[in-house]
């Protein structure tokens, strides 16, 4: 059974939540019969709440098994009755994406069969290896919610008022989070199949070692493409990305394609990271004469995280995932910002208050430091990291600081009023232009993740230069999954945009790339920003020679 718990947190688990009065609602309700009547909540209290309904629920399976244990078997019942089948084809653009769902759904508990042949099902044609998922089996309904698209009910709080806020978001849409494909067919069709009991990469062969003239080559599509960059910066090997698109050896490369020089130490680091991704590596006979950058050697990433700010740690998290050689912008690292990040990124949250107030010194000790509030000097000293050359990285309300530290041209364009304007947390149609360096192996098409953000129009394109990454389509219908209202007004608004900035560069993002670490396949423009900016640009001539 998958029951979920939850308790009222606190602002700061450290210390005591303390209020001038009794916390929370004091009116009682069916759902909340008993209100909290006292002004403090403290961390024991919260593990001693949770710890009572999780004892008290296992009381009552014990006291009742049999109930439990019949209804369990009616859900599984009526889950078996269903019909038809999730198919995920094999040899698509992500193969990251394809794993990390079939991951989700292999630890739920869902049956995750591939296809031993190519076969035909529902007009259309599958390769071998494609992933088939039949809804007739016990966890079919978490599979049907995490494949489909979400259509939720328009519900108002009385005819013609506000929307009833949804307990969470509306939208979970795995493929179109990720970057993948899945097609559900309702007809009868017949393949021979092996049902999985792990979940492994798809199988990629190391092409032989390139010429001389040549190099390794990765492409920009998959999100999952930067743990191998972590793990070459890491060891040092120099990377480039191609600025153009070229073809080699019958096969054609997109802007963005990663080019390693052909050492027996990258050859190494792709073997092993290939196999371990199911990302392709390809042999270039020759590197090609057209322009691109270098990334910077061990680029330096800088998360701007104030205390208790839940976006930064998801993006932590992710970094993690990945072996990104990044660290918490601290309060003394203020003095030389350049002399410790190549690029900082701001997610959702980050305010001017929070990185000039902070922390308050007289209520925290020492060890609370780091997020001690830096002053107008250390607003000061981020807009000359950026002016003198630094990289800054921002999405959701985060993108509204930058905008104040260096008076971005843009204006928001969408009503406050909920009963006109509300999207809480959906997925929405956007286009994105990939020959971009922001959206290098983007799927032009890749849905934004809205939930309560901003969307911008550009009040005056000649202040800075700049270049739109991302906007949502002059017409038509915005929502892809989820919930929205008032989706005209998005029409023709921008969201992402790439600023040059004194000799720096700023990527602001209105809507939320960064969500939970969900959106993955829009969250690679994050890491597509942070190792551009620092990256050295080169001349075809220069590229040619992979910088020598």
Request: charged share 15%; glycine share 10%; aromatic share 12%.
């Amino acid at each position: 059974m998958r029951i979920l718990t939850e308790a009222a947190s606190c602002s700061n688990l450290a210390y005591p939540l303390v209020s001038n009065g009794p916390i929370g609602s004091q009116q009682s309700t069916i759902s909340f019969i008993e209100p909290y009547d006292q002004n403090t909540w403290t961390l024991r209290q919260i593990v001693d709440y949770v710890s009572q309904a999780f004892y008290s629920g296992i009381e009552a399976v014990a006291y009742d098994r049999y109930n439990w244990l019949y209804n369990f078997y009616r859900v599984g019942a009526k889950a078996v009755s269903r019909t038809g089948a999730w198919i995920i084809p094999a040899g698509q653009r992500d193969p990251q994406a394809v794993r990390d769902a079939l991951d989700i759904l292999h630890t739920g508990a869902v049956e995750i069969r591939q296809a031993q042949s190519a076969f035909s099902a529902g007009g259309q044609q599958y390769p071998a290896g494609s992933y088939i998922i039949y809804m007739n089996q016990p966890y079919s309904g978490f599979a049907k919610t995490l494949l489909e698209v979400q259509e939720y009910p328009h519900l108002l709080q009385y005819p013609d008022g506000p929307p009833q806020r949804p307990y969470d978001v509306t939208a979970q849409t795995l493929p179109m989070l990720l970057g993948f494909q899945a097609n559900l067919v309702t007809s009868a069709f017949s393949v021979s199949t092996k049902l999985l009991s792990e979940i492994k990469p798809a199988a990629v062969t190391m092409p032989a070692t390139p010429p001389a003239t040549g190099a390794y080559a990765l492409g920009a599509e998959s999100y999952g493409v930067f743990q191998i960059v972590s793990k070459l910066q890491k060891q040092g090997i120099p990377t480039f990305r191609a600025a153009k698109q070229f073809a080699d050896g019958g096969r054609t490369f997109p802007a963005g394609t990663f080019i390693v020089p052909p050492t027996d130490a990258a050859r190494q680091i792709l073997q092993n990271q290939s196999s371990s991704t199911g990302i392709a590596v390809f042999a270039l006979s020759a590197v090609p004469r057209i322009e691109g950058v270098q990334l910077k050697p061990g680029t330096k990433i800088g998360l701007l995280k104030p205390a208790n700010n839940l976006q930064s740690g998801w993006l932590m998290w992710m970094f993690d995932q990945y072996g990104v050689n990044y660290s918490v912008v601290k309060a003394q690292d203020y003095t030389n910002l350049a002399g410790r990040f190549d690029a900082i990124i701001m997610p959702t949250g980050v305010s001017k208050n929070s990185i000039t107030n902070g922390l308050n010194p007289n209520n925290y000790t020492a060890e609370w430091s780091w997020a001690f509030g830096v002053g107008e000097d250390g607003w000061n000293k981020l807009r000359d990291f950026v002016t003198a050359g630094g990289t800054l990285v921002a999405y959701g309300s985060g993108a509204n600081t930058p905008q104040q530290l260096f008076e971005l041209p843009l204006r928001s364009i969408l009503p406050s009023d909920s009963s006109v304007f509300y999207c809480p947390g959906a997925l929405l149609s956007q286009e994105i232009d990939s020959n971009n360096p922001v959206a290098w192996g983007m799927d032009p098409k890749n849905p934004a993740w809205f939930d309560e953000d901003r969307a911008y129009e550009l009040t005056d394109p000649n202040k800075y230069p700049v270049q739109v990454v991302s906007k949502y389509p002059d017409s038509g219908e915005q929502l892809q999954s989820g919930w929205l209202i008032g989706g005209e007004y998005l029409n023709g608004a921008v969201n992402g945009l790439s600023w040059t900035v004194g000799r720096g560069s700023v990527v602001t993002f209105g809507s939320e790339i960064g969500f939970r670490t969900w959106n993955r396949g829009e969250e690679k423009m994050i890491f597509n920003a942070m190792y551009q900016g620092p990256s050295q640009k080169l001349t075809p001539d220069q590229f040619q020679r992979l910088g020598r």
